[in-house]
């Protein structure tokens, strides 16, 4: 299966700033993912980016707030704006392996902790 | 909107003793049902899916899960755990009709095993 490589895998943050999350992935996928786990929480997507196309956001997440670039069929970033201590998650890369077989590969996630 | 619904947040056990954990979900239409697990300090790993046929799943590590339509559960089961397989265990749902790879997960079970 695919390898993900995610960064930075934490970090700690003022509030106000901005951190963008990279996603790199061994192999060329068509559909990545980004997911958030608050805490205490179980994992909600935010949104779906495939290359060459804008992202695709879930309800109640917006592209001002959470910016993804996808350049490639290997690699994405997310970026948290503008922080606020409701910010602090785990984000988690997802790339779809078998299209329409159901073969998600998880990152180890970025644990985000805004102060 | 649909919902996915983990009956228990915390399970402690003894090694050897059998593992049920209890997945529900709303959505009346058609869906793809998976079960993850993460161990501590590692990413999440795909335990086993449902998308077809035979409702009595099996995955990897021994574990098994029976989707019942009628009761829109799939529930995961171990008859023998051990203590390895302390980790937290998420139920997730796609329903089909929505996009490939929006997962909606449970709140997960944090299972602790005793030796």
């Known amino acids: 299966s695919a390898v993900i490589s995610q960064k930075p895998s934490r970090d700690i943050c003022q509030r106000g700033t901005s951190l963008t999350i990279q996603c790199q992935v061994d192999?060329?996928?068509?559909?990545m993912f980004w997911y958030r786990q608050q805490p205490g929480q179980s994992l909600t997507l935010i949104a779906t980016?495939?290359?060459?196309?804008?992202?695709?956001?879930e309800s109640g997440f917006v592209i001002d707030k959470f910016p993804i670039s996808r350049p490639n069929l290997t690699f994405s970033t997310l970026t948290v704006s503008n922080m606020s201590p409701e910010d602090s998650s785990i984000y988690l890369c997802s790339v779809e392996e078998d299209r329409g077989l159901g073969s998600y590969t998880f990152g180890s996630g970025t644990r985000l902790t805004v102060v | 909107a649909q919902s996915v619904s983990q009956h228990n947040h915390h399970v402690i056990l003894s090694e050897a003793a059998s593992l049920e954990l209890g997945c529900n979900y709303s959505y009346g239409g058609t869906v793809n049902l998976f079960w993850y697990v993460q161990y501590p300090g590692q990413h999440l790993q795909l335990l086993l899916k449902?998308?077809?046929?035979?409702?009595l799943v099996k995955g990897i590590k021994g574990f098994e899960a029976e989707f019942i339509k009628s009761k829109f559960s799939f529930n995961l089961r171990k008859p023998s755990v051990q203590w390895s397989d302390t980790a937290e265990y998420f139920c997730a749902v796609n329903a089909l009709g929505d996009s490939w790879g929006k997962l909606q997960f449970g709140a997960g079970t944090q299972v602790v095993v005793t030796p």
């Open positions: 980016a495939n290359q060459g196309s804008e992202a695709t956001y």
């Open positions: 449902y998308f077809s046929g035979d409702p």
């Open positions: 192999s060329q996928v068509t559909m």
